[in-house]
């Protein structure tokens, strides 16, 4: 990404009416200065990469992310004070404190903004940048819950992070590819999902897919079951095989990989004699 667009100027625009500076102190810029750096180095070795490849409307998208999770990195050791409009970076005996509970809240309000909108920025390479997808980004567009976020067990309402969420995923995966969809039929469902080309209707295939992952994750939490057992796959697996005639390119791939181990050989009686039966 570049970042030559962050300057003095544009740290106020990112971070508007929440910063005022006195004249003789050192200026908000050079005191995020370090943790501006951070915050890059971060999101390009989580999220992007090192390649500069999005748009200039997509990069000061990514900018206000990094500003913000290097404001959030800094608020502690910044020089905080309330003020009438705020809290403010100013050095002065009649300027109260700000609280430690204001501190963490705007901690806690700058590092929301952060995970919410580093999800988006993700969607957003998926859906535009295949250069993405194909390489930093496969570490999100190998699975199907790839949300940086984490991902909610629905019955437990815990929220696993992703990158414990994303071992289980590779291997179910691979496990469905091995023993049901082929490896074929799972690499297009999964490269459309991620592109933004899934056919109409097919992305009741992908929320199936999603809640299979999340089902047998939860299992695994609950009753250490293992996430690849085949007769369980099968259990959920089948509802989607079944469903693939509505998508005629979907089956023509799957019938090309795996059709022929889901035929049976009609029973012919080859036997004389009426007794046999």
Sequence with gaps: MKTDKITPETIKNFVPNLLTEVEGERSLFDKLSPFLESARLWLESEY????????????????????????????????????????????????????????????????????????????????????????FGRKFCDIFLYEPDGVKMSLDKVLYEFDYVRPFCVTIEAAMADFFFGHSLMTRIRSDFHAGTLPPGAMDL????????????????????????????????????????????????????????????????????????
């Design 48 to 135: 992007l990469g090192p390649d500069d490849f999005l748009s200039d409307i997509h990069n000061d998208y990514a900018l206000k992310i990094l500003v913000a999770k290097a404001f959030a990195d800094a608020v502690p050791s910044l020089d905080l004070v309330v003020t009438p409009t705020g809290m403010g970076v100013i050095s002065t005996d009649n300027m109260a404190p700000a609280s430690k509970e204001r501190v963490e809240r705007l901690i806690a309000s700058l590092n929301g903004y952060v995970r919410s909108n580093i999800s988006v920025l993700v969607d957003v390479c998926r859906q535009h940048y295949p250069e993405w997808r194909s390489g």
């Design 206 to 277: 992908i929320q199936e897919i999603r809640m299979i992952e999340i089902t047998l994750i939860g299992e695994h939490e609950r009753y250490s079951f293992p996430v690849d057992d085949r007769n369980r796959l099968w259990y959920y697996c089948r509802r989607i095989i079944s469903r693939l005639i509505y998508f005629p390119e979907y089956k023509e791939i799957w019938e090309a990989d795996k059709g022929s181990s889901f035929k049976s050989d009609e029973f012919h009686n080859d036997i004389k004699g009426s007794f046999y039966f």
